[in-house]
């Protein structure tokens, strides 16, 4: 009998379920997930509960809906249980690596059960990816120039792109690397932590979670990477070009197409890092023989847009499944060869699951259901997804631009409702045969399946409304509150 089994965790941002091998992506990004699937359970339709990161966390570590302790709340609440409290509980040594995400801080409560907590934020003021806009370096003769230029469209259009190419320029001095430009700690790094604080606990059960930024916008992968996946072409200087080309709002559909073209490489060059560094994991974890007592999950906490829907990113703003459907596969030595479940699986389900798996109790606060015994014996039910977000254009930590409207998504393994409360507007696709989302079914077709989804819908809003934890929900505004008024006192002392 070995000790009993701990769980590593392993989140990849802005993860699409349709750039992995073991989902069918062509290009030979995963090698090492690909081969680890065929001794895993490959969970092909899964599904987050949010967009973005703070609509998704919640569901992934407290196994609950993101606005199911209301809108003015975002992260986990004071004193709310999680996995790894749950872990922290039963005795496991429980460590977060986490690579810069300013939306996983202590500030969110995402440090609640961790012994080691490393955000990787140094310090750094949340709320603020470091801002990718190219408009952030204007003198005031240059304010001039440009209030000047803004009298035609013409002279406004020439002005942006002299000035664009001028900060290239600026930006380009000194020719920077990869690892200048980047704005988060690359995945190996993250695995030199989490592989040393690994080696550091002897016998001890743990809980391990390690966030991984590498294939986020702006997209710098290292130079290795690019020419892993055949693109040794792409210097940091060019990437740092597409990066800017990207983020700019004011392209035509072609230019942002010709650029697409590059971008698609640098993220896939970031999915590749994050590949080859599980498989470093992987071999520490078999160095300090622990591997055959852990359960190994990987997933994402959404997807991207490359521009499928008119979007780039993953702005809380729609539920496209490109920002929806992520990868997931789950190994244990519990299980012998692969296994694919089909069915959806709401990564709600995915904590009281992995809990199960390592026979800890599952909190009663938790929404999700462990599906743990069906893996085990290999059928598994039909289930429907359910995800929903505050659309946001302002700012997520002000708390009047998250009253805004909801998008609720209902999915079954062949439909997809889309409900947009603020247009009174449902929209129901048949994702069979429009995999692409790209026309909702008229009104009169398809009637049985969008009634059942719209009764799913209406029971979760209900079940949200009436179980809601209001002391949960109180803790967590005061909490708020208490934030933005350091916040705003920081602000007035400086
Ligand atoms: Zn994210």
């Not at 012998?336 to 069915?343: V, W």
């Not at 700012?395 to 079954?412: G, K, Q």
């Not at 209001?470 to 400086?494: D, F, N, Q, V």
Request: proline share 7%; with cysteine.
């Amino acid at each position: 009998m070995g000790r009993k089994k701990s769980i590593v965790l392993v989140t990849v941002d802005c993860f699409r379920a349709d750039h992995v091998g073991f989902l069918g992506y062509p290009l030979p990004v995963t090698p090492f997930l690909d081969t680890l699937a065929k001794q895993s359970v490959v969970f092909s339709d899964a599904i987050v509960a949010g967009v973005p990161t703070y609509f998704s966390f919640p569901a992934m570590l407290a196994s609950r809906y993101p606005l199911s302790l209301g809108r003015e709340n975002m992260g986990i609440a004071p004193n709310e249980p999680t996995i790894a409290t749950a872990l922290l509980d039963a005795g496991c040594a429980t460590g977060a690596f986490l690579a810069g995400n300013p939306y996983l801080s202590p500030q969110f409560g995402y440090d609640q059960g961790f012994e080691q907590f490393q955000d990787s934020l140094d310090g750094a003021l949340p709320g603020a990816l470091p801002n990718v806009s190219h408009h952030t370096r204007r003198s005031r003769l240059n304010r001039g120039i440009e209030a000047f230029s803004r009298q035609t469209r013409l002279t406004a259009a020439a002005y942006r792109e002299l000035y664009f190419w001028y900060c290239q320029r600026v930006s380009a001095k000194g020719n920077p690397s990869m690892e200048d430009l980047r704005r988060f700690p690359a995945a190996d790094v993250m695995m030199d932590r989490a592989c040393a604080w690994l080696s550091n606990l002897g016998d001890r059960r743990c809980f391990l979670w390690i966030h991984l930024m590498d294939p986020h916008n702006p997209y710098y992968p290292p130079e290795e990477a690019l020419a892993a996946i055949g693109e040794p072409g792409m210097s940091a200087r060019r990437a740092l070009k597409w990066n800017a080309l990207w983020s700019r709002d004011d392209l035509g559909p072609g230019r942002l197409r010709r650029c697409k073209e590059k971008i698609l490489p640098l993220y896939d060059a970031g999915v590749y890092w994050v590949d080859k560094q599980i498989s470093r994991l992987v071999e520490t974890l078999k160095q300090l023989e622990r591997w055959d007592d852990t359960v190994l999950a990987v997933t994402g906490d959404h997807g991207e847009e490359f521009m499928e829907h008119g979007a780039r990113y993953h702005a809380p703003m729609s539920l496209p499944e490109q920002l929806l459907h992520v990868p997931l596969l789950l190994r244990s030595s519990d299980l012998s060869g692969m296994r694919t479940l089909e069915s959806p699986f709401s990564l709600i389900h995915l904590a009281p699951t992995l809990l199960d798996a390592v026979e800890v109790a599952v909190p009663d606060s938790f929404r999700g259901k462990s599906w743990w015994k069906h893996i085990l014996a290999g059928s598994f039910p039909n289930d429907i997804a359910i995800a929903e977000l505050v659309t946001m254009e302002g700012n997520p930590l002000r708390s009047e631009d998250r009253m805004r409207p909801r998008v609720l998504a209902i999915r079954d393994g062949s439909y997809k409702l889309v409900i947009r409360f603020k247009e009174g507007r449902e929209d129901l696709y048949d994702l069979k045969n429009d995999p692409g989302e790209c026309s909702p079914l008229p009104d009169d077709v398809a009637i049985h399946e969008r009634v059942r989804l719209l009764q799913s819908a209406h029971a979760h809003l209900k079940e949200s409304r009436e179980n809601r934890n209001a002391e949960l929900a109180l803790s967590a505004r005061l909490c708020g509150i208490k934030h933005s008024m350091k916040m705003h006192a920081e602000k007035l002392r400086a």
